[in-house]
């Protein structure tokens, strides 16, 4: 079985990655005929809380129906981060210099030259300059050779889940917030340790291959809302690299719970969009929330 670690590593951050594909898969009996959206009604609103693949591919880009009844259902829309608080001009440049070495190190020198000669490869074949890949930190190649795949994959950040609905958002009126903010998710990954971005940028390399089967199965379980199958492919990763889940997921997911109960005493209700590996397994979003006394159930349009 193919085992997507590094990108579910990646998919952990909503701002900078997500998949999906063009499969058209069949419901298994552990799919739910809703999709990946729960429902949780609380003392004033509801919540509809949804899992998201946070890039579309462009022959595809039409989003899951119980998403699109949900957003209809709300009032407002909370993502990982407020997308319109976010100047892309901005965000880029603050990605470019988070991501690069400010110390007078290069990529070539911790990376080594095995590593290295791998990369320059890659980005030949990309026509990214040499110069630009060598002043980046191993999570800021990574990414970059990641969305790279993506692009070459059909795959647009246009036409994500977040971003349609932000854009479906803006033309009906409808409040937009955010979980946390763009600076603190790329602090998450300037933050790990050069060993573990090391690892990180070998699981990477190691799975570009793999990545447009990867990425369909991925897609497939997501389509049809097979929690069992989300649970096997995004969380395995993690067996090898708990820390990476401990730095990366479940800190910002037990952030977010009492947000998320807070939300419940508006008088209205709202959609809450995060990426799907947020919501899976032991400690994602929807155990917490059942720990905390809520009733989450499947959203059945």
């Known amino acids: 079985m193919i085992r997507p670690r590094a990108v579910v590593v990646l998919l952990a951050l909503g701002c900078l990655l997500g998949l999906s594909s063009a499969v058209r898969p069949a419901v298994s009996a552990n799919a739910s005929p809703a999709g990946l959206v729960w429902q949780i009604d609380g003392p004033k609103g509801r919540i509809y809380l949804a899992g998201s693949m946070h890039l579309l591919r462009r022959d595809r880009p039409t989003l899951p129906p119980a998403i699109d009844a949900a957003y209809r259902e709300a009032e407002s829309l909370v993502m990982e981060i407020d997308a319109d608080a976010v100047d892309e001009q901005q965000m880029a440049a603050l990605m470019l210099r988070t991501s690069s070495f400010t110390d007078g190190r290069s990529l070539p020198l911790v990376a080594g030259e095995d590593r290295w000669k791998i990369v320059r490869g890659l980005l030949a074949k990309a026509q990214v300059p040499e110069a630009f890949a060598a002043s980046l930190e191993p999570w800021g190649v990574t990414i970059l050779l990641t969305t790279l795949e993506y692009a070459r994959l059909g795959f647009d950040p246009e036409l994500g889940v977040e971003k349609q609905l932000q854009q479906r958002a803006a033309r009906d009126h409808k409040e937009i917030d955010g979980l946390e903010r763009a600076k603190f998710q790329l602090s998450l990954l300037d933050s790990l340790p050069l060993t573990e971005q090391l690892q990180l940028l070998d699981l990477t390399l190691a799975e570009l291959d ?15 809302g097979d929690i069992r199958r989300l649970d096997e492919l995004l969380l395995e990763g993690y067996r090898e690299t708990p820390k990476l889940y401990d730095d990366l997921v479940d800190r910002r997911n037990r952030n977010w719970v009492p947000q998320v109960k807070a939300l419940l005493e508006r008088d209205e209700d709202t959609l809450v969009v995060v990426g799907a590996l947020h919501l899976v397994g032991e400690r994602g979003l929807i155990a917490l929330l059942e720990r905390e006394g809520l009733r989450p159930r499947p959203y059945r349009p």
């Open 210 to 224: 793999d990545m447009p089967s990867m990425v369909d199965d991925l897609y497939a379980a997501w389509r049809s």
